[in-house]
Nanobody, 124 residues
Framework: QVQLVESGGGSVQTGGSLRLSCAAS????????MGWFRQAAGKEREAVVT???????NYRDSVKGRFTISKDNVKNILYLQMNSLMPEDTAMYFC??????????????????WGQGTQVTVSS
């Protein structure tokens, strides 16, 4: 059983920062390939940044240079540091895991373990 629990969301103004956390527990397979995703109201869930087994990261273009993914392997926590936030970043943010080794990027539907999400709201 794998559990992913996000926290750290909130409301900020344009230009502000937030750090999201995803506490993970359960089978070690959750840690192989993880990512942060978001879903805005009325829109499809999209990948924000994903990791590969060799440590490579894949950021969506709109967050490059503003968001940074990191991981504390001792505490089993995945982080997403979000700087220079913009109203278009407003969404529910989720962490997720493929549950297996991976190379490259994968459709959202292939991620099998999900947290409950944490809301990020950016006002102008």
């Amino acid at each position: 059983q794998v559990q992913l629990v996000e926290s750290g969301g909130g409301s900020v103004q344009t230009g502000g920062s937030l750090r999201l956390s995803c506490a993970a527990s359960g089978s070690p397979s959750y840690s192989y390939c993880m990512g942060w995703f978001r879903q805005a109201a009325g829109k499809e869930r999209e990948a924000v940044v994903t990791t590969e087994s060799d440590g490579r990261t894949n950021y969506r273009d709109s967050v490059k240079g503003r968001f940074t993914i990191s991981k504390d392997n001792v505490k089993n926590i995945l982080y997403l540091q979000m700087n220079s936030l913009m109203p278009e970043d407003t969404a529910m943010y989720f962490c997720a895991s493929l549950g297996r080794y991976c190379s490259g990027t994968y459709p959202v539907a292939e991620y099998i373990y999900w947290g409950q999400g944490t809301q990020v709201t950016v006002s102008s």
